[in-house]
């Protein structure tokens, strides 16, 4: 009887050893709390929003791929290349009062391969002068590791 209790204690350490490490390869994906890339992007979307609300132009410019191809249309008007429309938002939004308090919502993530992603939503901007909103459509891509937005169509409702 004492020899079968030693040989169970023996079983339970070492099945017990086996689980652990198993769990400790890859928890991630054990756990089910791999980041995917619909997050990756939902990711961007908030840093550029808490941004934007933090009155941090540049921080929220840092969801656009940084290239003279960035495609920026709103309004009427095309805007090609990042720094054309980064100066863009300076200009427009030039002091707290003018930027007001950002909120995106309504996002609809389609995945068109590993790499690209078309993103559909709504933002609205709550001044003291004023509450705009309106759609978005944001073509992004996967970009030495990171998802940036290389295209972005922005309506107003007003």
Not at 112 to 127: E, I, K, Q
Request: charged share 20%; with cysteine.
């Amino acid at each position: 009887m004492h020899l079968r209790t030693i040989i169970i204690g023996v079983c339970l350490v070492f099945a017990t050893t086996a689980c652990a490490v198993n769990v400790n390869v890859n928890d991630t994906q054990l756990l089910g709390t791999s980041e995917t890339d619909q997050d990756r992007i939902l990711d961007v979307l908030m840093t550029q929003q808490e941004a934007w609300n933090a009155s941090d132009i540049d921080g929220f410019m840092s969801g656009y791929w940084v290239s003279p191809e960035l495609r920026f249309a709103s309004g009427g008007t095309v805007t090609k290349g990042w720094q054309a429309t980064r100066d863009r938002y300076h200009e427009n939004y030039s002091d707290r009062r003018a930027m007001g308090h950002l909120t995106f919502a309504d996002f609809d993530i389609t995945m068109l391969d590993s790499d690209v992603a078309v993103v559909h939503g709504a933002w609205a901007l709550d001044r003291s002068i004023d509450r705009a909103s309106g759609l978005f459509t944001l073509i992004f891509r996967n970009i030495d590791g990171d998802w940036k937005i290389v295209s972005d169509t922005t309506t107003s409702a007003d």
